[in-house]
């Protein structure tokens, strides 16, 4: 089957630096997304990884390994609106051989004082 | 200038009803999507639409029928509704299929089935 983990809940404290980790197993692979969900909202891209490396945008960024199926979103110097829901998402093939994106189940991040 | 809308924002009704979801993009995207967010947050697809034709049917019910008039537009019917339709339900949308299109998504609408 095709899957990705991430951890569930992660609780940091402002102005500390948090890395929300990544692993998928999925047919086929076109690259791994980051997308930003705060409650009673909708998802919000964040970043996308096609090779691998980091890629870094202001305060977030987001790393891949394809050789270790593994990414990772880093979030530094944290603020109380970074408090969200982070999804990580993999292009791959369905039974269908379509392309889809297959999503994580989203890991909730509390940022306190 | 709301880049994907969605009405209504909130729906509550009984169980056994017929209900539909409207969705629009204004982005000149080529694909559409339909995504199921359950209390515990899993977001799951259930179709995707590319060039106003069918492309994911995620093992979904086939009380759920979407139509896809034209490449703007993708909206969902719901008949006999049950009580686990419950949920959040996002229209989404991307200039294609490749990974790097980035998904833009709706506000939401919340179902509440009783």
């Known amino acids: 089957g095709q899957s990705l983990e991430q951890p569930s809940e992660v609780t940091a404290v402002e102005g500390a630096i948090v890395q929300i980790n990544c692993t998928y197993q999925?047919?086929?692979?076109?690259?791994l997304s980051w997308y930003q969900q705060h409650d009673g909202g909708a998802p919000t891209f964040l970043s996308y990884?096609?090779l691998d490396g980091l890629e870094e945008t202001g305060r977030f960024s987001s790393f891949l390994s394809r050789s270790d199926s593994y990414g990772y979103l880093l979030l530094q110097e944290l603020q109380m609106k970074d408090s969200a829901s982070y999804f990580c998402?993999?292009?791959?093939?369905?039974?269908?051989?379509?392309?889809?994106?297959?999503w994580g189940l989203g890991t909730s991040l509390a940022v306190n004082p | 200038d709301t880049a994907v809308s969605q009405t209504p924002k909130y729906l509550v009704t009984q169980m056994g009803n017929d209900k539909s979801i409207k969705c629009e993009q204004n982005l000149g995207h080529d694909t559409m999507y339909w995504y199921k967010q359950d209390s515990k947050k899993f977001l799951k697809i259930m179709f995707s639409y590319n060039n106003k034709e069918l492309i994911i049917n995620e093992t979904v019910p086939n009380r759920f029928s979407p139509k896809s008039p034209d490449k703007a537009h993708l909206n969902l019917h719901i008949n006999s509704l049950e009580l686990g339709d419950s949920a959040v339900y996002f229209c989404a949308s991307s200039r294609g299929l490749d990974m790097q299109d980035t998904q833009y998504f709706g506000p939401g609408t919340r179902l509440t089935v009783l």
């Open positions: 990884n096609g």
């Open positions: 998402a993999v292009r791959a093939y369905n039974a269908g051989n379509n392309r889809k994106l297959i």
């Open positions: 999925t047919s086929g692979f076109y690259g």
